[in-house]
Each structure stands twice: as structure tokens, then as C-alpha cells.
């Protein structure tokens, strides 16, 4: 959730009741007044027709004392929060929101001990992890049902005046599940891939080694969108966000982060990996002592390559690793063993744009690039040809057929803890929203999106924004005319909400996918397609001004983005529903749920990376020094602090420092969701109506439903990426972490002082 993205609980006191007890006594009375001698004599002189009236009207009468009941007590106003009697809130939304709150809640567990086991214990026993996936969670959840619905929708028969663009997302899913054609071409695509790209040399003993040109491999692999030895893209300069410029930094490697190729050579999840480079190579006809020789060797390359990356928390402040030079200082700068002349001119030439050596790029690992160079040097050609087709390779088994499936299977199962691949149809489904998103989003919003969804997002931005600003008085740590400067950029922010407007044009939606046209029978080479065509249009942008408008993600789509380049909050249409939002929803609901989210993001313009970029995304120090040293004064609490929590089912602790955008995100926007729900309250002149047997205070309900958000489990292996890769802290210390800072929970739930949910010690940024 922050530049370039993206990545639930409840509580009550102690001995409070949850659920009213049925009033049993009145049934009985009722019960034997009917029986009564003389009105069983009188029933049995009238006819059948008598007798159906007669029930009839007597249930009329029934009807219409509780209707009007219900209403006399629904009009009454409350003369103030505290008296005996308090109007409940019977609509089906607030019986079914009930509902799932009574469901998740562990009311064996001590709010005030444990607030994550106690919101979310239910939740988690009765929602056990698929075989097929890494961790399970309320997010994954609507995922699940968001698929379902997309699946629908593009499993609908093409009309015959049907948008091209929605047409070629359909083809592309049908390709996708169509199994039988991809069994029967077998590995042919791939193989013929391999021979475009100059062969796989551990398949072939005769590859010549004088035929290899690390740079013209390079500029062949990134048009089909492959980062490899270096990361290359076009985006707004970060000191000139007006401007899109050449942008290059170290690359990913085959596993998720660096760590898993720093525990020794011999390391179960690096060794599950290498096997499974030999086992692919061995299927592509390798010879069998050749494949575990060679492939041995380019994972040796990739640890020797992993230990000259710079670990993530290094990377945080963008204006220490922000490097600026002309291409044709890139050699004498960094290494001479990439052309860096031919490699630019190579893949530009694809979008017809002649690039210079007087061009400009950014250069992010300047130290990587040329260590990397050296290694190079040191490396035989062959493992280095061999490592790079690997990383293709790898990429592109997920297009192949269920021979290939099986034997990353075992991969998955040491890096991920599944025992097996998901439902196709869900792989086709992903994969047809990551690709036609826009496509995909439209046919989405038609079916299931409500417009006024927009309207009160744009209402709790409004209101979290006068929060931010009312808060910002109180920061004791930053002086008057920065704060002033702060509240404008917090002013500045642009939001986007839902999907953008242009995706209901038939033309201008059929412009974004004019050059791609997908081939219900050709899955393999509808994704080099798709590969290309983003390679593309990203490439093609660079003489273009940046454009502040377009949308980086697609509306069937359950997250949030904030960007620091553009200032920019974004609110899919996917994120815009339960839990996070109901149109019908008590307000303590929608504020603990989509306004935290919101606070959330717009914190990020203010955490340890977003304060570096002014209101127009510019990275420019527009902090004195003295109030960035007590800003990282600030921040090294949150750091420390998730830094000492421990997930006990690894055993290990989290990394606070790598996380802590992400956490000082939480805590503001938790902050600022609160603050907007009270001023709202204040505004109406009385607290809402109460949920129908949840005996909860609504201050209580909002901090339950922002811990309900991240219910969830993970397997131990997922726990372990998360921690040595991830941005986001697990879901049960989101919960804690943020709940223990706040004053306002602690006395929503009368916590005392010092207990493990109130500690005396607390973190504030924001």
C-alpha cells in the first residue's frame, strides 16, 4: 500500500453479554391463555371459514400492535447515551453485520489481553487453510468471492455487439482453462521460446559460448517483461514527478528476498529449489548428471548474486539510494560488461523512440550494478546464460502442462507449505483481471457496484482529512510552519474511488488494448503477448508527461494504493464493501472499516518514505533537519516496538524497521478514523442505534470491526516469507501493534493500565 502498490477485530469487556436471552416466560403465559376451557368450547360451534377469519384477524391485530410499537419506539429520541433504554437497529444489513461479528468473537479470550484472539479466535478456528494456499484471511476471503463473481461474468456467451476489450479478456480465460490444448502442444511454445532467446545451454552440450551476449539477452528477456541480472522501467522522475525517465535498480531473484539465499548452501527451501531447476531441465530432455551439475552451479551464481542486493530496510530513504547520470556514464560509473548503449537502443527501438547516450536514467543500486558487473566477469558464460533462461523458464511453468505443474509442486510445498495447486479456474480468473483489468473491472462495476459507494467514500476522505489536520495540532514534535506545509499536502492528495470513468466508452476502453488481440486456442502465446504489450507501454511512455490521472490498479480489486509520486489515494471498487463498507452499515462499521483504510493511505504521504516527497510528489527535503531527527526518533518506537513481537509459530520476530511504513500507516490511520467517527456523532447529537444482541458500545464496535479486517492464518512457511520479505506485519500484530497505542481503545474497553493491551509505554508518529 504505498508508492508503486498496495499489502479486524472486535472486543467487549469482561462479563459483558453479547446476546440478549430469549424472553421465555411470556411465550408460556401466552401458551396457556390459549388453552383456556371456555374459549376451546366457543372455537368448536364455528365453521372452518369462521375459524380462518377469525386467526386471520386476530394475526392482523398482532401485526399491526408491533408495527406500531416498533415505531413509537423507533421515534422516541434519546435524550442522551446513558439511559436504560436504547433504539436498536433491526434492518437485514445490521442483523447480518451482527451476525458476523457474534461469529469471529472468541469470548473466552480477554479483550484486554490478547484483542486479536479475542475479535477474531471463532473466526480462525472455523476457517481452516486450503490445501492449496499459504495463509487464509478475511482478505483472501472476499477474494474468494470476488472470483466467483468474475467467473461468471466471463464465462458469459459473447454478444455480437459486445466491446472487443471484454471480448479478448473472455478468450483469454477460455485459453487459459482450455487444459486439452495445452496437454496436447506439450512444452512446443516453450522450446520455441528458448530457441528465439539462443537456446538453454544445460539442454544442449554443443552451445557455444563465443555466440552469448549477456546484454543482448538482457534487452531479449526484458521485452517479455523478465527482470534479470538488473530492473528496468519508465516512470515520473522522483525529483521532477512532471517528467517519465529511464529508471534501473537490482533485480529480484528466483525466490521471494535475498534471506532465503543467505542460510546456508545446503538450506531445505534452497535446496527444493534447485531441485526444481534440475527436474524442469531433466524434462526438457537434459541429460540427467548435466542437469544436477549445471543447475548446482546457477544457484551458486544466484547466492553470490543475492549477497551483493542491499536488504529492503536499507532502501527506505529514496533520497540516499536516488542516483541520476547519462547513459553514457553508465560504463564508466557502474560496469562495462553491460553495453548500456546497445541495451537501451535494443529495447526502445521496439516502441520506436531513439535513445541517446545523453538520455537520463536513475540509477538505485549503483554498488549492485557494479559488483554484479564483476561477477559477471568472474562467472563462466554458460552458468550465466544458464541462470537466465532458468529465470524465464520458471516464470512461464505455470503455462504449461500438469507434468510441469507436479514438479513445481514440491517447490511450492518448502517455500509456501502447500500440499497443492489451486482450482484452475481461479489461476484463469487472476490471470484474466491481472491482464484486462480495466476490461474485466467494467464488466464488474456493471454487475455489482454500487455508485453511491462513491459519493460516501468521498464524504470520509473529507472527513478524515479535517482529522488528519486536527491531530497534526497536537504532534508536539513538529514545528508550526512545517505542520502548515503538512496539512497542505494532506489537502492536495488526489483520490481515485471505485474505477475510472473511461472504461464505460467503448472507445476509449478498446484503446487501451489496441494492439492485443488474444487467441482462444493459444495460451502460451497469449501470454508472451500480454508479457510484450506491457513491456510496451511501459517503455513507450518515455517522451510522454507523466500522467497524474491514470489509475495503477484495476477496479475488481480488494486493496488500497497510495502513491507518493502522485500524491494520490486509490480506492478500488473491490475494497468497497464488507467488511470495509455497507451502504446500510452502523457508521461505528464503516469508520472502523473503509475510513481506517483511508487514514491509512493518506498516512502514507507522511511515514518514513511518503514524507520525503512533497504535496506535488516531488522528493524534496521540505522538513528542517532538526524535525526529520525527531520524526526518526518518533518512528524508532513503532520500529522497536514490532521488533519485540513475536510470531510464536516460527519463533521468530518481526523486522521492524523493513515493516514500518506499513505500521506507522496502521497507527495513523486508526487514529484519524476514530477522531472523523466521534466529530460525526457529535454532529447528529446522539450516539447510533445498537446492534441487535451485540451489547457493545459503538466505540467499542469500531475498533471490533478494524480488528475483524485481518482475521486470519498463516502455515509456518508463509509466516517465515512474511517476515524475511514482507512490508506488512502479520495480521494479529497489526491488530495488537495499533490497539495498544491507542488511549481510545484502552478506554473503549476499560483496559488497565499496564496490561498487555494498555501498556504504559505507547508509540505515536501521527
Known amino acids: 500500500m504505498d508508492k508503486t502498490k498496495s499489502e479486524d477485530n472486535a472486543n467487549q469487556e469482561n462479563g459483558t453479554r453479547l446476546l440478549d436471552p430469549p424472553r421465555e416466560g411470556q411465550a408460556k403465559e401466552v401458551e396457556a391463555s390459549i388453552r383456556s376451557p371456555y374459549k376451546r368450547?366457543?372455537?368448536?360451534?364455528?365453521?372452518?371459514?369462521?375459524k380462518s377469519l377469525f386467526v386471520l384477524l386476530i394475526l392482523s391485530f398482532i401485526v399491526t400492535t408491533i408495527m406500531v410499537i416498533v415505531a413509537a419506539t423507533n421515534a422516541r429520541t434519546l435524550d442522551n447515551i446513558h439511559q436504560t433504554e436504547k433504539k436498536i437497529c433491526l434492518s437485514e444489513t445490521c442483523v447480518k453485520a451482527a451476525a458476523n461479528i457474534l461469529e469471529s468473537i472468541d469470548l473466552e479470550a480477554d479483550p484486554c489481553d490478547d484483542f486479536f484472539e479475542y475479535a477474531c479466535g471463532t473466526w480462525n478456528k472455523k476457517h481452516l487453510i486450503p490445501d492449496d494456499r499459504p495463509n487464509y484471511n478475511t482478505f483472501r476471503k472476499l477474494g474468494d468471492e470476488l472470483h466467483v463473481t468474475l467467473k461468471g461474468l466471463l464465462e458469459l456467451p459473447v454478444e455480437p455487439d459486445e466491446v472487443?476489450?471484454?471480448?479478448n479478456a473472455k478468450n483469454l480465460y477460455k485459453s487459459c482453462l482450455d487444459i486439452d490444448t495445452i496437454e496436447k502442444r506439450a512444452e512446443g511454445p516453450l522450446r520455441d521460446l528458448l530457441?528465439?532467446?539462443g537456446g538453454w545451454p544445460v539442454l544442449d552440450p554443443a552451445w557455444d559460448e563465443d555466440n552469448f551476449d549477456v546484454t543482448d539477452l538482457m534487452a531479449k528477456l526484458r521485452l517479455y517483461n523478465n527482470r534479470v541480472l538488473i530492473n528496468q522501467w519508465v516512470s515520473s522522475d522522483d525529483k521532477n514527478s512532471d517528467v517519465n525517465i529511464i529508471q534501473i535498480d537490482q533485480a529480484p531473484l528466483g525466490m521471494p528476498g535475498r534471506d532465503y539465499y543467505l542460510k546456508g548452501r545446503n538450506d531445505s527451501t534452497l535446496m527444493a529449489y534447485q531441485n526444481f531447476a534440475v527436474e524442469v531441465a531433466i524434462m526438457l530432455n537434459a541429460d540427467p548428471a548435466r542437469a544436477r551439475k549445471e543447475m548446482t552451479e546457477i544457484v551458486d551464481f544466484e547466492v553470490l548474486l543475492a549477497n551483493l542486493t542491499m536488504p529492503q530496510e536499507t532502501r527506505r530513504d529514496t533520497a540516499a539510494i536516488y542516483n541520476k547520470m547519462k547513459i553514457r556514464n553508465l560504463t564508466s560509473t557502474l560496469t562495462d560488461t553491460i553495453d548500456w548503449p546497445k541495451y537501451f537502443k535494443q529495447i526502445f527501438n521496439n516502441v520506436s523512440i531513439d535513445v541517446t547516450e545523453d538520455d537520463d536514467v536513475v540509477v538505485y543500486a549503483p554498488e549492485f550494478i557494479k559488483n554484479m558487473g564483476e561477477l559477471l566477469n568472474e562467472t563462466p558464460k554458460r552458468t550465466v546464460?544458464?541462470?537466465?533462461?532458468?529465470?524465464i523458464t520458471m516464470n512461464r511453468i505455470g503455462n504449461l502442462p500438469q507434468v510441469f505443474l507436479d514438479v513445481r509442486r514440491s517447490f511450492n510445498k518448502a517455500l509456501l507449505g502447500t500440499d497443492r495447486d489451486g482450482s484452475r479456474w481461479r489461476t484463469c480468473v487472476s490471470y484474466a483481471n491481472e491482464n484486462f483489468g480495466m476490461a474485466v473491472g467494467r464488466m464488474f462495476v456493471k454487475h455489482s457496484f454500487d455508485e453511491r459507494a462513491k459519493a460516501k467514500a468521498l464524504e470520509m476522505i473529507a472527513s478524515i482529512q479535517k482529522a488528519f489536520g486536527e491531530l497534526l495540532n497536537k504532534v508536539s514534535w513538529m514545528d508550526e510552519d512545517t505542520k502548515d506545509v503538512a496539512r497542505e499536502k494532506a489537502h492536495s492528495i488526489q483520490e481515485k474511488i471505485g474505477y475510472p470513468d473511461y472504461i464505460m466508452n467503448d472507445t476509449a476502453l478498446n484503446l487501451d488494448y489496441k494492439d492485443i488481440e488474444m487467441n482462444s486456442g493459444k495460451y502460451f502465446e497469449n501470454v508472451l503477448n500480454n508479457l510484450n504489450t506491457a513491456t510496451?507501454?511501459?517503455l513507450k511512455i518515455l517522451r510522454q508527461p507523466a500522467d497524474r490521472?491514470?489509475?495503477?490498479t484495476a477496479p475488481a480489486v480488494v486493496n488500497a494504493f497510495y502513491s507518493a509520486t502522485k500524491n494520490q489515494i486509490m480506492f478500488p471498487a473491490g475494497i468497497l464493501q464488507p467488511p470495509f463498507y455497507h451502504e446500510s452499515y452502523p457508521r461505528?462499521?464503516?469508520?472502523?472499516?473503509i475510513a481506517m483504510v483511508i487514514g491509512h493511505e493518506l498516512t502514507h504521504g507522511f511515514d518514513d518514505k511518503g514524507r520525503q516527497f512533497d504535496k506535488d510528489g516531488n522528493l524534496k527535503q521540505w522538513w528542517s533537519d532538526t524535525v526529520i531527527e525527531k520524526f526518526k526518533e518518533q518512528a524508532q518506537c513503532i520500529i522497536d516496538q514490532y521488533s519485540n513481537y513475536t510470531v510464536p509459530e516460527v519463533g521468530l520476530n518481526l523486522n521492524g524497521r523493513q515493516t514500518q511504513g506499513e505500521n506507522i500507516a496502521d497507527n495513523g490511520g486508526l487514529k484519524q478514523a476514530f477522531k472523523a467517527y466521534r466529530t460525526w456523532v457529535s454532529e447528529q447529537g446522539s450516539e447510533e442505534p445498537s446492534m441487535p444482541g451485540v451489547s457493545l458500545t459503538h466505540n467499542q464496535i469500531f475498533f471490533l470491526n478494524f480488528a475483524q479486517i485481518w482475521c486470519g492464518t498463516s502455515r509456518p512457511e508463509s509466516y517465515i516469507q512474511a517476515i524475511r520479505t514482507g512490508k506488512h506485519s502479520p495480521g494479529r500484530f497489526r491488530v495488537i501493534g495499533s490497539l495498544s497505542n491507542s488511549e481510545e481503545f484502552a478506554e473503549a474497553y476499560k483496559c488497565p493500565a499496564g496490561s498487555r493491551m494498555?501498556?504504559?509505554k505507547k508509540c505515536a508518529v501521527w
Not at 490521472?549 to 495503477?552: D, E, I, P, Q, V
Not at 461505528?588 to 472499516?593: E, T, V
Request: aromatic share 20%.
Open 588 to 593: 461505528s462499521m464503516n469508520f472502523g472499516g
Open 549 to 552: 490521472s491514470k489509475w495503477a
Open 41 to 50: 368450547s366457543w372455537w368448536r360451534q364455528r365453521t372452518f371459514l369462521e
Open 164 to 167: 472487443q476489450a471484454t471480448v
Open 536 to 538: 510496451k507501454n511501459n
Open 385 to 391: 546464460a544458464n541462470y537466465m533462461i532458468w529465470r
Open 758 to 760: 494498555n501498556p504504559v
Open 195 to 197: 530457441q528465439w532467446l
